[in-house]
């Protein structure tokens, strides 16, 4: 019988508590907690989208940034929203992060 494997992983927002001036600080902070969750032993982590809001607006150049500081979670998306993108592009973008995180 095959042995099951169970994976742990988490869905963040990337919230920014900072306000307009310290979206930078939020976007860093976000980098620093996959990072710490690749440490810990998380095997995937997500992040949100949340357009006109105080969460990150681009997730998949948050995690091609996440991508060059991790090398073994797995990296994912929980929603983008599709009205907002055009799908060639958001392909491409897609297809980008793929390159640089090797595949995760």
């Known amino acids: 019988m095959q042995e099951l494997r169970r994976e742990l992983g988490f869905l963040s927002f990337v919230p920014n508590p900072y306000g307009p001036d310290g979206a930078g600080r939020a976007l860093a902070d976000g980098i620093r907690l996959f990072r710490h969750a690749e ?40 929603v983008i929203p599709l009205r907002y993108e055009d799908p060639v592009r958001l392909a491409e973008d897609a297809s980008t992060v793929d390159l640089l995180s090797h595949g995760r």
């Open 39 to 78: 440490q810990l032993g998380f095997d995937i982590g997500w992040i949100r989208v949340r357009h006109f809001e105080q969460f990150p607006s681009s997730p998949l150049t948050l995690l091609a940034a996440v991508s060059q500081v991790t090398s073994r979670i797995r990296l994912g998306t929980g």
